[in-house]
């Protein structure tokens, strides 16, 4: 299935609003087979296959409407610039959104109809169905097709929103719901960038250092800013009013979230996947306002160029030990995942109440979670809750290379809820996950449901023209369902404020939060009874009344002043995340308030903390100090974590001094040197050049790791002090004049026939020539002949990144013999001697444990996502689907040398990582020409004289290979 698509959040809240006992899990995690699906899924549950292909084709995203109907977004035109395989189908109207219906309640779709074929839908990733609207996101779009006279055909089409970054790429636009305030929720992936205007005139700007994936993202940038002042970076959560306005932004630098959701308590919830899909896939709770990490803040790094010496991967790579970053959540390794669910209905059972629910393309399976509070953030217990492989599978690849590969075909998409309260999940089926790749040529589409065993589960017939009906729809299990019961009693004002009510003494606590954000929309009755549920038993409630006040209420600081002395830690963290924008002068006493009751150790509440006094750290910082610090080396760790957070300048010397302290622990002066590293200030330069003179272990080596690092970016235009060590040179500067002057001869009129090809066929033997040679045939400045004549030997240069980019441009004597992977993939394997071909020809790029080096993708879990076929299709065709921050770049100064590699940085100071690890820091200014390639830096198997054989036994190898290899 082609989910090369990652992400979206899973997750499950059942927060305090219930408890599990151990007994209860060890149960849910007991599993049978389908016989039907062969799927494994807990005892009491089954699962019926509801729809399959030909009804519908390639299930990207599904949705509910108040018929029970199932509704489905194809991407059957997926990526058709990089996937053309023989006899593949596609549909040159343009992609599709199909309804599907069982209409005789015997649990299976009898009847398929297409809704709207339009060619602006090229492999649309979201949709929803809201009333009479139907809501596709599709970059770089979110489109609108109203029914206004039930016919199941559009009448009316509207570009709702437009100016995303990400047509036809897997890193886009996602789908947008309803949320439990009766406003709209979605997200994008970081293919930006994203320059959004909403109908009120507010416009989002908001990218990255990211390019790549398709041919059309290609002007992505970093550090750009939208009209609240803030710079969004990458990935970003989003709402906005159903008319169009008041677009804002929830959350930022993520990488791709495949779908975003939300409780109804108001909690948002996502996933989201690493740079290679090996080790940082996680399922996090994104806080409001919170920056998640993936890039630098301000999108123009990649976090290789950020990684500290001392930083295992899964820490840099998602800037866990940045101040100002959120909590990662729970790190799940190896995969692709895809859409979310989250249910809060009783009607499959009330142990499942609360429970998330997440599709896992890349690892076959449907995750669940059971959120815990912790503090303030939440614990998550992560379950393999429907799966086509045996339990131990989903963690551990061990093996899997000799199972029947029918066990990879789920490849679950979607995931909803239907209005009967049963889980129908989206199967997508392909060989292929990651790198914009397939290999699927039918289209091939499943529908599955998930029931209670024994029990009936039907849809409700919904009247939504009294109000008993509209309740009923406000209770339903279908996100979008509820919307239509919330609208049209928002529209009746204080005259149901007595029927609501009701619903707060019901025993499901998600009802009771639909009910308290209902209340605040209906009047100032409504807000009443609001405001007294600030003091209810419950923490969630009185989250969800703050929330739900601070939307329709001016002033809320009178709340914010009451809630800032709650027990709950979650309540506490609502009240400061609401305060970010407000001026110091009137949020002062709740700050402080709020920062007293910080415990030293709750990363959530801290970045919360953080939030609340955004441009208020110079101000906010000596009342602090007068209150919780003392002096510098005896700061306690609440109030040295409070000064990392906020660092501003005023703290550069109590820094400074704790950085130095040979009476501190290490971890003790790591914090401060952090904190240091972060104050964009002269005296902060100027410190960290007084630390270079420490006789204390381990201080200077910090001292001029950090210069050099920040030289590069945040402290560029400081001065930098005149006795730091250099970094190595990584180009002999002699080398580089050398081959200047061959190129100067070779471009020159004067020069002889002969004598060019002499300086070509020397440029051609050398690396830094090569890369000179590939500069002008990429600029069109070499003639036909002198192709030629360098083809015949620019193939033998001694740097693998020469001569694999030097295929875009130069013949290669011979060619490449042709391999058949279906062919390898039936020969056997030995996994000795696979190791060995690895340990012989990949080691220079790849690592497996500890064995190899970190300049392509880790491959210690790569058989957690790709089946044989697909990791043969990525080894012997590696351009066909290149893992992001793996292009290669040619970059041209203006005194004419040249560097490449893998771009890290791209802002004033644009780095460059070598094959051979070097760095290139390079001015942004002194840089004449770029060039991007599409070609991967991966050798075909054939130049590194790998047969078919070779490749049965590499692929056997790595298929078979454990977590904890070394």
């Given amino acids: 299935m082609n989910v090369k698509w990652l992400a979206a959040g899973l997750v499950f809240t059942g927060i305090t609003a219930f408890t599990l006992k151990n007994d209860y899990r060890l149960k849910l995690e007991d599993k049978y087979l389908s016989a039907e699906t062969n799927l494994y899924l807990p005892e009491d549950l089954e699962a019926t296959l509801w729809a399959e292909s030909p009804q519908f084709f390639n299930p990207t995203n599904m949705d509910v409407d108040a018929k029970g109907r199932i509704w489905i977004t194809e991407a059957v035109n997926y990526r058709l610039y990089n996937n053309k395989p023989k006899g593949r189908l596609t549909h040159p109207e343009g992609d599709r959104v199909v309804i599907l219906e069982d209409k005789d309640g015997d649990g299976k779709a009898e009847t398929s109809k297409v809704f709207v074929q339009d060619k602006d839908l090229v492999a649309p990733l979201g949709i929803s169905v809201i009333g009479n609207k139907t809501i596709v996101s599709c970059a770089p779009s979110v489109i609108v097709y109203t029914d206004e006279n039930g016919d199941d055909k559009p009448d009316k089409k509207e570009v709702f929103l437009t100016g995303f970054g990400g047509l036809d790429h897997d890193h886009s636009l996602h789908a947008m719901f309803a949320g439990p305030d009766g406003k709209y929720y979605f997200n994008a992936g970081n293919a930006g960038p994203h320059v959004v205007t909403d109908k009120a005139g507010w416009t989002l700007r908001a990218g990255s250092n990211y390019t790549g994936g398709s041919p059309y993202n290609k002007e992505n940038k970093g550090n750009m800013v939208s009209d609240d002042g803030k710079v969004w970076v990458g990935g970003i959560a989003l709402r906005i009013n159903p008319d169009g306005t008041g677009l804002t932004v929830l959350g930022h630098n993520f990488r791709n979230s495949y779908e975003l959701t939300l409780d109804s308590f108001g909690n948002m919830w996502q996933n989201d996947n690493d740079d290679d899909g090996n080790k940082g896939v996680r399922v996090s709770y994104l806080m409001e306002g919170g920056n998640m990490g993936y890039a630098s803040a301000d999108g123009t790094r990649r976090w290789q160029a950020d990684r500290r010496p001392d930083q295992e991967t899964i820490t840099a790579h998602w800037h866990q030990e940045d101040p100002g970053v959120l909590p990662l959540g729970d790190n799940t390794g190896a995969g692709s995942p895809t859409g979310v669910a989250f249910n809060e209905s009783d009607l499959l059972g009330e142990k499942y109440r609360g429970m998330l629910l997440a599709c896992e393309a890349g690892r076959n399976v449907v995750l669940g979670y059971r959120p815990e509070a912790k503090g303030a953030g939440y614990a998550l217990n992560r379950l393999n809750f429907i799966t086509s492989l045996k339990e131990g599978e989903v963690e551990d690849a061990k093996s899997r290379a000799d199972e029947n590969e029918k066990t990879k075909w789920f490849r679950p998409s979607d995931v909803v809820i239907g209005t009967d309260g049963a889980i129908y999940v989206a199967d997508w089926y392909d060989s292929m996950v990651g790198g914009h790749r397939m290999t699927d040529t039918t289209g091939t589409g499943r529908i599955y449901r998930i029931a209670p065993k024994g029990k009936k589960l039907t849809s409700p017939k919904i009247n939504l023209k009294n109000t008993k009906g509209q309740l009923a729809a406000l209770l339903n299990p279908a996100v979008n369902v509820r919307n239509a019961g919330f609208v049209l009693l928002q529209a009746k004002g204080d005259k149901v404020v007595k029927d609501v009510k009701k619903l707060l003494s019901d025993s499901n606590p998600y009802h009771r939060a639909r009910a308290t954000w209902l209340l605040a929309n209906l009047g100032p009755k409504g807000v009443a009874e609001v405001e007294n549920m600030l003091k209810d038993s419950d923490p969630n409630i009185r989250m969800t009344a703050f929330r739900a006040l601070r939307q329709v209420k001016p002033d809320i600081l009178p709340y914010a002043q009451q809630l800032s002395k709650d027990p709950s830690a979650i309540v506490r963290r609502e009240v400061a995340v609401a305060l970010r924008d407000m001026p110091l002068e009137k949020i002062q006493n709740i700050a402080v308030e709020l920062a007293s009751q910080y415990d030293g150790q709750d990363r959530y509440y801290l970045e919360a903390l953080g939030l609340a006094l955004m441009g208020k750290e110079e101000k906010i910082y000596p009342v602090l100090q007068a209150q919780l610090g003392g002096q510098p080396l005896s700061w306690s760790p609440r109030f040295a974590d409070l000064t990392w957070r906020l660092h501003p300048k005023a703290a550069i010397p109590a820094l400074k001094q704790r950085a130095g302290a040979a009476g501190l622990t290490e971890d003790q002066r790591k914090k401060a040197f952090v904190a240091l590293g972060f104050i964009k200030d002269q005296g902060a330069v100027d410190a960290m050049a007084d630390l270079m003179a420490s006789d204390v272990k381990g201080v200077k080596d910090q001292a001029i790791w950090w210069l050099n690092y920040r030289k590069a970016n945040d402290w560029s235009d400081f001065n930098m002090p005149a ?117 012989s020809k990949c080691t220079a790029c790849h690592r497996v444990g500890k064995d190899g080096n970190d300049i392509g993708p880790e491959l210690t879990v790569i058989g957690k996502k790709f089946e044989k076929n697909g990791l043969l299709d990525a080894i012997v065709n590696p351009s066909a689907g290149m893992a992001f921050g793996y292009e290669s770049w040619l970059i041209t100064k203006k005194d004419g040398t040249t560097a490449s590699g893998f771009l890290q940085a791209d802002g004033e100071t644009v780095v460059l990582k070598g094959m051979g690890g070097q760095i290139y820091n390079i001015k942004a200014s002194d840089i004449a020409s770029r060039k991007q390639f599409s070609t991967s830096i991966m050798p075909e198997p054939t130049a590194l004289g790998l047969n078919e054989k070779d490749l049965a036994n590499l692929s056997t190898y790595l298929l078979t290979l454990k977590t904890d290899q070394n």
């Fill in 723 to 839: 006795n730091l060590p250099a970094p190595p040179v990584v180009i002999s500067p002699e080398m580089q004049r050398r081959m200047l002057g061959m190129k100067s001869r070779l471009l020159s009129n004067e020069t002889s026939a002969a004598d060019k090809i002499t300086a070509a066929t020397a440029m051609a033997k050398d690396k830094v020539g090569g890369e000179m040679l590939i500069g002008l045939a990429a600029e069109k400045k070499l003639s036909p002949e002198m192709i030629a004549e360098v083809s015949k030997v620019i193939f033998t240069n001694p740097d693998q990144t020469v001569r694999v980019l030097a295929s875009d441009y130069f013949k290669k004597p011979g060619g490449n013999a042709a391999l058949s992977i279906p062919k390898i993939a039936k020969m056997p394997g030995e996994v000795v001697k696979g190791k060995a071909v690895f340990q």
